[in-house]
């Protein structure tokens, strides 16, 4: 008898036991279409990155071409105190809704992150052509130096001294070397025996790099950077001494805000120290920093324009932004009249495309649209009184009213801004938590406005602490909140304690 191991029996049985076999199963799976994929990713552009995407569209698109934008029929809606905003007649009040996750846009940066204006810029004599390409080009803070100092009327050694200076200045402005080191390092290298290089010859030109813009460029040390900076205003003579000697002598004191010790070391009489104290918080301890700003900022386009006309707030899409498309019909008619199929198959893809990215775009010119009239509608109060009559205000909330997802709201409301009497804000500005749990409860922005107008309004000589702020908002505007509430909003405005305004002061 043959005796079969106890492993190979088993693997044996199991493999006889297996059968290929054939199974149906049905499975539900989210599939967005190129169509709805376009329709979200405008959704979520801001105005600037959405032209662009439209001119690439356009360039690579012979059915698509961009008409002159008509502000008599621009896309408008109406709010008013005691009625819903209204749909303009050309949109459909069918809303929009792209219900997925997936395509949360980023954490929205703070509204004053975009609040930037363009900095003014001293005309020369140069081309009007390259003026302009100069004023829309980055660029650095050494590029900024050497430019102004190729304008000045110097010889050609003062500007080879100029360029070594230029060339150890930091971003903040202040030199990576002391003055000395680089005149040895222009010794080294430049090599002119008939005349060599003198110092003072050297610090002639370092005063000049210091008054260019932005004025304190190119000193060795905060004290300098301020003594620089204080040489080009028109000041009493008192004054001038005052700041000096505060600068040189007690700029450790200044740090600190101790203004009583200051005046009782200094000896600088009442009147002289506090307007030298003010003019030095006026300086800027780095004054290449500004160059870097310039160069960092964004200019905001705004979507939406809103205006008052006698009872009603007005709401239309900004006319600014041109982003009208219309389809060729040089090449709709050689689509018609086409006979070979090859010809039909290619422009029938040109069409389909072109069709969707105008379809894409009337979506996102729409949903934006309702979106900006049901904000305005329920915060008319800001518009009408400020930000103390703010009004708490959810994205879920806002999701609800208008019957769309709130991943919409948070794509549409993102990088997406509108022009108010009261100013530029991003839409994502008038979300707000709530505080308490009454059916209309204060806003965080509201509760943050009304701190600011009492510690505003607070006497000089005896401020409001915390707690006193608490109770006060509870008994003049019935809002219950606690102390480090209180002390938190306050931190978020950069307004100082109560012993620091006090200390101010005195």
Known sequence: MIQIPVAAFLFHTVLSNMKQSLQLKTSQQLRLSPQLQQAIRFLQLSTVDLKKEIQEAV?????????????????????????????????????????????????????????????????????????????????????SLRWQLNLTHITDRDKLIGAYIIDAILDNGRLSQSPEFIFESILLNEHVDDDPFDFDEFEVVRHLIQQLHPIGCGCNSLVETLSVQIQTQSLHVEVINAIHSLITKHLDLLGSHDMRKISRMSHIPEPYLTQAIDIIRSLNPYPGELIGQQSSQHYIIPDLVMHREKEQWIIRLNSENKLQLQLNEHYINILSDSKTEQSKAYLKEYLLNAKTLIKSLDTRNQTLLNVGSCIINIQQGFFTHGASAMVALTQKQLADDLDLHESTISRVTTQKYILTPRGVFELKYFFSSQLGNEAHGHSAIAVQNMIKEMIKSEPPEKPLSDSKIAKRLLKERGVDIARRTVAKYREILSIPTYNERKRIFK
């Open 59 to 143: 360039d690579n698109n012979p059915l698509l071409e961009i008409e002159p934008f008509d502000d008599s029929s621009s896309q408008t809606a109406q709010t008013d105190a005691s009625n819903e905003p209204s749909i303009p007649e050309q949109l459909s009040t069918e809303p929009i809704d792209f219900d997925t996750e997936h395509y949360a846009p980023d954490n929205a940066s703070k509204f004053d992150d975009y609040v930037n204006k363009p900095v003014s810029t001293q005309h020369t004599n140069l081309d009007w052509g390259e003026h302009y390409e100069r004023q829309n080009t980055s660029e650095t803070l050494q590029e």
